[in-house]
């Protein structure tokens, strides 16, 4: 089992910046791909990001370019940088995990225009 403990969430104007993290416990850390969810008010969770062991990274459409997530193994942390935030990003944004399954608590990113 796997806990997971996002921080970074808040409050930013159109156009600023935030930076998610995601600690992990567990020893098999760095084994493990690891994604960035959100889910808007009235919407399904979509896909943010996806970052596997090895460090290759995908992105969903909407957020490629703006978004970066990175990964410190030595940490057992991931991160989600957002640049050039848009209001149609506030959501409350999850990290997963891929192996073993698990999924933090979540934390809310609010962009006002």
């Known amino acids: 089992q796997v806990q997971l403990v996002e921080s970074g969430g808040g409050l930013v104007q159109a156009g600023g910046s935030l930076r998610l993290s995601c600690a992990a416990s567990g020893s098999i850390f760095s084994s493990s791909a690891m994604g960035w969810y959100r889910q808007a008010p009235g919407k399904q969770r979509e896909l943010v990001a996806t970052i596997t062991s090895g460090g290759n990274t995908d992105y969903a459409g909407s957020v490629k370019g703006p978004f970066t997530i990175s990964r410190d193994n030595a940490k057992n942390t991931v991160y989600l940088q957002m640049n050039s935030l848009k209001p149609e990003d506030t959501a409350v944004y999850s990290c997963?995990?891929?192996?073993?399954?698990?999924w933090g608590q979540g934390t809310q990113v609010t962009v006002s225009s």
């Open positions: 997963h995990s891929y192996y073993p399954n698990g």
